[in-house]
């Protein structure tokens, strides 16, 4: 062959390559976004996340398929305000659900509506605990508020309707069903899949009663935390394990070692014959044997951690197995590839540290949260993110997958290009704010700033404490560091770090007012609304 003739062949190869690349492709398919959270599922009871208590084989497929972030946390450490932030994608004092008991406001944007404008079919399937219709979604069925372990109602599309059977379970049935019979499969999907499990009460599915019969758990090493050197806010919760945790509703013995009923015994009316003749069997021999071994002291504190650990690793079972059928369906019916699949929990939870179960406080089991995410397009198996992502980025993460432009007034940031590693670059700090005082569990109002290894807390209302810590000398928050001279510099710098986030999220003194007196303006309300009803009654 001469050379003109070769060097014509490959211009004409090379024109050839660089045309078809330049013709138009069909439309890329928008990935479908399958988002699982579960309620108080702390990060230490994921065994991808270390921390050898228990074992959820698919949890931890997403860590191993995709990626694991060790430092996620939220923005206010309590169930229906994090559901609102993460809607949004704005602070609780932007999107005004700031506590359990205040309303929250449908009609804003969230980002099922956007992601429904732009193509996507939307579900919300499981526990919102926020009043009202649930907008931006195609099909929802939701429990009204905390709803039930056993024999469950639900709102679907805003009809109420009684389901037999776990609510874990059912939870998981109606997203399996909504994922081979109802989804479209011409559009993509966003199905927002979310456990009530494994919120307090803890009760476990009937054929996990006995798990962890036998076995001996040991609390963490600050069970018996006597908050020495804390400020008043860790001395005032009421939420302690071996204090605050009741016999009936949380240990489940219908009567107390003393004897005396102690309620439970109606939690158990909701059951039928099946379930309760089930539950009986399995708890009545292990409460006789408690009562017969009259426990005292730290005893009976170990035999109380363990009751309520129990429970609580036997709720995740049941969340665990249901994350494992469906990530096998998405397989089966070829949708792996093109689904972004994430596992969060709304906030963490205590597991005994400090002696404590709930949540509430900006102290590390509470404000971190587990999160995992697996899309094999874009995320390196084994992938590990120690950055500081918050719940706040969720909005505006799935809109950047899906090719929906942000709105400017959204605070959060799209992780997208920090879990694929195309950038590295991210915050260095985040705000936090917690709201809910005087109240269950009576953890006092408080904000602050965290960075990868300090945390300032400034406690409010009817104190006025700061708090701060040295994570990487003192990871389980044991001593409070603000008025150490050695940190002068820290709580400085920190001081500054957090007037510049209060401005930067349009956060202030004005704010916290505002929302305290609507809190006390609202319990004021509700305090009168049952003397009206108790006046009724008599
Ligand atoms: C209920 C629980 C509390 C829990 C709040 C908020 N008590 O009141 O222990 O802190 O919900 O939880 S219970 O008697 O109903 O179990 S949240 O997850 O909804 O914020
Ligand atoms: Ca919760």
Not at 143 to 155: E, M, R, V
Not at 220 to 240: V, W
Not at 442 to 449: E, T
Not at 493 to 506: I, P, Q, S
Request: proline share 5%; glycine share 6%; hydrophobic share 35%.
């Amino acid at each position: 062959m001469n050379r003109r003739l070769l060097n014509s062949i490959i211009i004409l190869l090379l024109g050839t390559a660089f045309f078809s690349c330049n013709t138009p492709k069909e439309e890329v398919q928008k990935p479908n976004i399958l988002f699982i959270m579960s309620d108080d599922h702390a990060y230490q009871a994921i065994s991808a996340y270390g921390y050898d208590l228990n074992e959820t084989p698919n949890i931890d497929r997403l860590a191993e398929e995709g990626a694991i972030f060790t430092h996620a946390c939220v923005t206010n450490s309590i169930c229906a305000p994090s559901r609102a932030v993460l809607l949004t994608g704005k602070h609780s004092f932007i999107n005004g659900k700031v506590d359990n008991a205040q309303p929250f406001n449908w009609d804003q944007d969230n980002f099922p509506k956007l992601l429904q404008a732009n193509g996507y079919q939307t579900a919300m399937i499981g526990k919102i605990h926020l009043d009202g219709l649930p907008q931006g979604f195609d099909f929802s069925m939701v429990l009204p508020g905390q709803g039930a372990y056993y024999n469950p109602d639900f709102l679907v599309n805003g009809e109420k309707k009684r389901f037999e059977g776990y609510c874990t379970e059912i939870i998981t049935e109606t997203m399996l069903d909504w994922l081979k019979n109802k989804r479209d499969p011409n559009k993509p999907f966003c199905a927002l899949y979310h456990q009530k499990a494994p919120h307090r009460n803890w009760k476990p599915a009937p054929k996990y009663l006995n798990l962890y019969d036998g076995i001996t758990f040991d609390p963490p090493a600050n069970y018996f935390d006597d908050y020495e050197g804390r400020g008043t806010a860790a001395h005032t919760q009421e939420m302690q394990v071996d204090g605050h945790a009741q016999w009936g509703h949380d240990f489940k013995m219908i009567t107390d070692p003393d004897g005396n009923p102690t309620g439970f015994e109606n939690e158990l009316q909701r059951f039928n014959e099946k379930q309760k003749a089930d539950w009986l069997a399995a708890y009545t021999p292990k409460n006789e044997a408690m009562k017969a071994a009259k426990l005292k002291g730290k005893e009976l504190a170990i035999w109380k951690y363990n009751r309520y650990i129990k429970d609580y690793l036997r709720t995740i079972k049941s969340v665990d197995d249901g994350v494992g059928e469906v990530l096998d369906y998405l397989e089966e019916a070829g949708l792996a590839e093109n689904t972004i699949v994430v596992y969060t929990s709304d906030q963490g939870f205590y597991l005994g540290e400090h002696g404590w179960f709930d949540k509430r406080f900006m102290y590390e089991e509470s404000f971190r949260t587990p999160l995992l995410v697996r899309y094999p397009k874009e995320i390196n198996p084994g992938t590990k993110i120690d950055k500081l992502v918050q719940n706040l980025d969720f909005a505006p993460t799935f809109l950047d997958y899906a090719g929906v432009e942000v709105p400017a007034d959204m605070q959060g940031e799209s992780f997208r290009d920090l879990v694929s590693g195309k950038t590295g670059e991210w915050r260095d700090a985040v705000y936090y704010t917690y709201y809910e005082y005087p109240s269950v569990h009576m953890v006092k109002r408080h904000y602050g700033v965290a960075t990868e290894r300090y945390k300032l807390m400034h406690f409010y209302y009817d104190i006025d404490e700061w708090e701060m810590y040295d994570l990487q000398t003192d990871p389980s928050e044991m001593k409070n560091i603000y008025n150490d001279p050695a940190y002068t510099d820290v709580q400085k710098d920190l001081h500054a770090k957090l007037t510049e986030l209060r401005n930067k999220y349009g956060d202030s003194d004005e704010n916290d007012k505002k929302y305290l007196e609507a809190y006390l303006a609202h319990q004021e309300k509700a305090r009168q609304r049952r003397a009206e009803q108790q006046a009724k009654q008599k």
